[in-house]
Structures are given as C-alpha cells and as structure tokens.
C-alpha cells in the first residue's frame, strides 16, 4: 500500500518545538503560557495540523470556516462529512502512504493523487491500521470502497478505473452512510491542485 512518513516521535518533538514557539509567544504578549505537561499527556497545543470540526466553532483551517486547506493537505466533502486528508501526490509520498503510523484519528486520512485515471491496487504492508480506501474517478464519484486489514502484502484492487483514493479508518463511511456512486468535493490547499 502506499503509505507515509509520521511518526510518533516526530510528532512528540514537533508539538514540543510548538510549546516553546507558543511559550515565546506568550511571554512578548504577556499571556500565561501553556503548560508543557498538557503535550506529554496527549493534548493538542497548536500544531500545524489540521483537525476536523463541525458546527459554528470551527478551526480557521476548516470548511466552516471558509479559506483553503494548509498546504499538503485537501478537505475531501461529502455532504456533512469531511475528512482533512494529507496528500499523497508524487511516487515517493503515495508508496509510504500510512505506513507506520499507530493511529488514523476520525475525520482525518490520506487522498492519493494520481496523473491519470486507471485501475489501482494498494497493500498494507507495514500499515498498523485498519483502513477503508475509497476508489474515486475524475470527477470525485466513488467508484470503490474497499476494507484493508493490517500488515497484509496483497493487494486491493479498484473495482473501476480511478484517479484518487482516499484512505480513512476501517469503518469511516459505512459508519456516515457514504457508499459507491457518491460524490465528494474536493478543495486542494495551497500549491496544490489540478
């Protein structure tokens, strides 16, 4: 399978160099800083990800809110789903893909962008997760929605020709109804598009 370079231990020091930008911050402004324990007990203190929300709250890197995805990332849309995926866009990218990780929260995953419109096949060697890919066309129609199993080295073949995929957790769209034949929105972040 396609998967990609994260891991648990890069995101610990990136949300520790976070801390001290905010921490930084903080002291020009005169706000209290946050607290470094909150990190190392597993809480979100600003970082450069994305996270999805619903409703009038929403994160200003968010449909809700308007704008674009940051850059590497797209929001994929069905109706009042959206998953904010990485993107997987060049041959280096798309054969890491998940690999590695421990974890693939809700409302997050991957979106593979390929050149052309064709039949795909991915595998789950090295993946830690179980993962649903969904077969998209051209024009963002799922084609295909298949369940990958952990550690698996065959492949997953699309059942249709595509030209994206979109891995989610294992249960992601059986879980909100979305099925072959539906049709996601895709808005690209900066730098990327087609």
């Not at 990218?93 to 593979?112: A, H, K, Q, W």
């Not at 052309?116 to 090295?126: I, L, S």
């Not at 199993?149 to 979109?166: C, D, G, H, K, R």
Request: aromatic share 8%; net charge negative.
């Amino acid at each position: 399978m396609t998967q990609s370079k994260w891991s648990t231990r890069g995101r610990r020091r990136r949300s520790h160099h976070s801390v001290l930008v905010i921490g930084l911050l903080a002291f020009i402004l005169g706000c209290p800083a946050p607290d470094d324990g909150a990190v190392n007990d597993g809480a979100r203190v600003a970082t450069d990800e994305p996270e999805a929300t619903t409703g009038t709250d929403a994160a200003p890197d968010t449909p809700a809110a308007g704008g674009r995805p940051p850059a590497g990332r797209a929001w994929v849309i069905f109706g009042a789903d959206t998953v904010v995926a990485e993107i997987a866009a060049t041959e280096e990218e798309r054969s890491e893909g998940l690999m590695y990780r421990e974890e693939v929260p809700d409302g997050t995953g991957m979106l593979f962008v390929f050149q052309n419109n064709d039949v795909r096949a991915f595998w789950m060697a090295n993946t830690y997760v179980p993962l649903d890919i969904a077969y998209m066309d051209p024009s963002y129609r799922i084609v295909d929605i298949v369940q990958m199993e952990p550690m698996v080295t065959e492949t997953y073949p699309s059942n249709a020709p595509a030209m994206f995929a979109l891995e989610v957790r294992q249960g992601w769209f059986e879980e909100r109804g979305i099925g072959e034949g539906d049709q996601a929105e895709i808005v690209f972040g900066s730098g990327v598009g087609r």
